[in-house]
């Protein structure tokens, strides 16, 4: 995924304090590195590690297919995942990232964006070096409506400014300044946000625009549509990831593609949430003009499954159906989202997303002995359109392998697997509501 999209057929990479330190011909680094230690890849595909722009790690992972399907808009939010939120006790936290972590590594996901509803910073922080993701990471942040750490705006930035500096030296975990958005942020925690990330020279997100909620009430409070107020403030620039961003009308698209302005773009979330993508979503045009744009896989109640690869297709998918025109916007345009192009728009595009020397030696080795790959054809083809994170055989993160055979190696998953089916329960009765299952549960014992 370097610039000119070169395929090494048959080649090596060699990784050495974290980084790629070199890339060719396997026969002259063998004779180079004659004790180097070796994993050998034989007839697999290598990539870069996968980047989800926009993830909860905390809340939604331990009440997973709890929150019913058909509720109306708003109703899986406000009834469940805040009140779940406002519950979570710090090894609540723990876990909840911990699930997360494991579910993207394995599916080849090295970089996540959390998307600002972390309560207990410090131990989600623990918990993802722990597993091993590289990640950023922030706290709730809104000073509008009530709800669990709504704040005056003053003390939500405080919380905000202690975050970035806490982890501003930290090697896996980068502190963000993170805002709920919508239009539950005073005109002075936006500007003050964006100061903030500005200052510190790190990233900003917040929710905006996945339907039309966000137009309307910006419209009745300003008589402006989101991004063009958020525009007048100087909220927008590169230092801002929008999450969403459905609803933009050509103006916005605009002072998106004029300021730099990236977007995380979750179509998983918008199809299971009913949101109107497939008539409102830009986001191939915005791609297509030179825009900057991720892939996320939202929460695990919206998105559900943490797989980029599956998003990608998805994202391909919707923007030719919707267009009438396959000739538009294929595998190899969104595979760049989830590597490459994806580690621009989250600002870390000198970092990760690519195998160049000088990356961080963040890599995915994909299994190719599966009927999905067999008889092996276009690379990029078969990631996107011909398989998904089942496909991911190891992982390393920073040199470091944390996925090895399709499991992790860095924790007890089958420990965290019961430690987080215990906490479910409770965290559903401290929070106030109920597991309803649709079907019918039967004792067969």
Known sequence: ???????????????????????????DLDARHPDARVVDATGCVVTPGMIDAHQHLTGDP???????????????????????????????????????AVEALTNGVTT???????????????????????????????????????????????????????????????????LVGHDLASDALLAGAADLARRHGTGLTMHMSPTSSDPERYLERTGKRPLVHLGDLGVLGDHLLISHGVWLDDAEVDLVLDTSTSIAYCPWAYLRLG??????????????????????????????AMDILRTAALAAGLARDTRIDPTRFGAHEVFALATIDG???????????????????????????????????????QLVWGTDGRSVRDVFVAGRQVVADGRVTTIDVVDLAAEAARRQGSLLACAGVDKRPIWPEIDGS
């Open 1 to 27: 995924m370097n610039a000119r999209r070169e395929v090494l057929v048959g080649g090596s990479v060699v990784v050495a304090g974290g980084a790629i330190v070199e890339v060719g011909s396997t026969s």
């Open 62 to 100: 331990l009440i997973r297919s709890c929150i019913p399907d058909l509720l109306p808009p708003g109703a899986s939010i406000f009834e469940w995942s805040v009140p779940v939120h406002g519950a979570h006790t710090p090894d609540d936290d723990r876990v909840a990232a911990a699930l997360s």
């Open 112 to 178: 996540v964006v959390e998307a600002g509803t972390v309560a207990h910073a410090s131990a989600v922080a623990e918990s993802l070096r722990e597993v091993g993701i590289r990640s950023t990471l922030g706290v709730w942040g809104w000073d509008i409506e009530q709800g669990p750490f709504a704040a005056p705006a003053d003390e939500v930035l405080d919380r905000q400014r202690a975050v970035v500096e806490q982890f501003a030296a930290d090697d896996l975990v980068d502190g963000w300044v993170t």
């Open 275 to 304: 949101q109107g993508v497939c008539g409102h979503g830009r986001h191939a045009e915005i791609v297509e003009r030179g825009g900057r744009v991720a892939l996320g896989c939202d929460a695990t109640n919206a998105g559900d």
């Open 343 to 381: 580690a621009r728009a989250i600002g870390m595009g000198d970092r990760i997303g690519s195998i160049e020397v000088g990356k961080q030696a963040d890599l995915v080795i994909h299994r190719t002995d599966t009927p999905g790959w067999t008889p092996r054809g276009d690379v990029g083809l």
